[in-house]
């Protein structure tokens, strides 16, 4: 098995974040593996030590990204490829990641390429659909289950509330979601044997992309933070009352029914 | 001179960071309350690899030199001291004698097992008449063809209900005192070899202190760890460099407390402010971080010597001794600016509390350690005065 994962390096959970001059500011915050990826990278070892192969992580970043790339080797990936975009590219979007990943992809050979169901920071959840669209192979997202026998793939996908089952067939890419299983903490020795291990440095040239081919189409206009919740509201006076007056506000005030 | 970790060294001190406050630290108080740590927790801590934390990178172990231990065991320190114990003894006192003495053959036999966490270490040398006295022992061992029997007893062994391998100091020639005593690598399963009762003990509860017994109890001779009669002299040096390793845990079980007590100040409020805006709370807590920044500084400042290969018999009593002081003031002024809460079970506080105590009695008490450093003191004095001024 030939695995590949899609891994993004995120604010950590516990980071508050500032916004600044239209900005998230990023100095002296904490970066994590995205929480979602830590679910793909668990699930591409235990595939990788029942049926064989290697794992490869891929993060698209800059110099900075190395450090989440040493974490997945010593969770026990056996490579790493970061692909540099710092010195070309001021942005990157959905559009201009599926891009990059697909042109490093395409000769590959990837029996399965697993990423997580979305990053906690932008929250698309598009870079791995579009990314199996490119490469012209299957794709799931959101799965909870994933069972391999041959090139026969059976899947269990949480679709909010339920969870659908589905049999597909390699090559294939999928999104992980939380309940898939749960990730390791990287071990002592894995840290260590994690300094040994290959983590391959490329650039756009590398992957003979033109900047232009990349240029984003996402426009990002305004970035905001949530308005503070506001405190609730505590109805008052016997119980028909209350349940006319809720009825009232859900339909004049809050105008959901 | 650099104050700072390793990358490395830093990527496994948040991974353990990370597993101990997540993982471990939620059942803490179940683990003090069942005396007994669940076995998925002890499955976990295999497979993260901190059963390896001194056994060298090609017999499985992580091999990190005392730094790098002490960057470790201070995460340890952030839950239960039952857990802290458990994995303190095996990595501390149950291997480090292999390692360092070890010979080939004996490593190959038992650090795989030990770094993976299959083979569980203790160390046994306090009996019954021989605490702090530690030359005291009664335990004897008489070679008889290409074994030796061993007869005899300890008490309060750390680990030794689950431990596989137990290094064992016992008197194979009583005439010469201290260099008559040798250390032996005694497998559970030798015979005559008996596991006595678990003590219940006030505080490390999950870690198990037993008695065992040695009823002509059979140890072939090739597993004499080092050399004959120098077992004890051999255990002072375990011992000493080990010390560093205590402090390095007192140090994050403080450190725990101090985060708890400084959330609980800004949380609780009383006279309609919280109280950390009482300049009494405010002192306390200004006490409790300068004393964890004096036992931080001090106890990576012994285990950069044991590094070095430097002696440090003295400073490693001193660390030892200063960081079960600082626990236990720093308790005490945990449960105080936690009150009522702070004496409560559903509170971590009292835990603490009630672990804090035994740091000043094992692995040498307050008093021996003050022996030890002022021992040291003389010493370097008659090294440096003139025969004149002494009498």
Known sequence: MNIFVLVKRTFDTEEKIV????????????????????????????????????????????????????????????????????????????????????????????????????????????????????????????????????????IVRDIEGDSEVLETSLPLLVTAQQGLNEPRYPSLPGIMKAKKKPLEELELDDLDIDEDDVEVKVETVEIYLPPQKAAGRVLEGDLSAQVKELVNLLHSEAKVI | MDFRLSPDLMEMKNSIRDFIDNVVDPLAGQIDQDDHIPEHIMKLTKDIGLFGLSIPEEYGGTGIDMVGKCSIYEEIGRTSNGYTTVIGAHTGIGTVGIVDMGTEEQKRRYLPGMASGDIIGAFALTEPSAGSNAVALKTTAVRKGDKYILNGSKHYITNASIADLFTVMAVTDSSKGAKGITSFLVDKSAPGFIIGKTEEKMGLRGSHSSEIFFEDCEVPIENVLGVEGLGYVNALTILANGRAGLAARNLGSSQKLFELSVKYAHEREQFGKPIFEQQIIQHYLAEMAMDIETLRSFTYRVAWMVDQGMNVIKEAAMAKLLGSEIYNRIADKAVQIHGGLGYMKDFPIERYYRDARITKIYEGTSEIQKNIIAAQIHKEYMKTASPAHIK
């Open chain 1, 19 to 154: 916004v600044s001059g239209g900005k998230i500011q990023e100095d002296g915050a904490e970066f994590i593996i995205n929480p979602y990826d830590e679910y793909a990278i668990e699930e591409a070892i235990q595939k990788r030590d029942a049926l064989g192969g290697k794992v490869t992580v891929v993060t698209i970043g800059g110099e900075d990204a190395e450090k989440q790339l040493r974490t997945a080797l010593a969770m026990g990936a056996d490579e790493a490829v970061l692909i540099n975009t710092e010195d070309d590219l001021d942005e990157l979007d959905q559009y201009s990641s599926a891009y990059i990943l697909s042109e490093y992809l395409k000769d590959k050979e990837a029996d399965l390429i697993l990423a997580g169901n979305v990053a906690i920071d932008g929250g698309s959840g598009q870079v791995g659909p579009r990314l199996a669209d490119l490469l012209g192979i299957n794709y799931v997202t959101t799965v909870t289950s994933l069972e391999i026998d041959g090139t026969n793939v059976k």
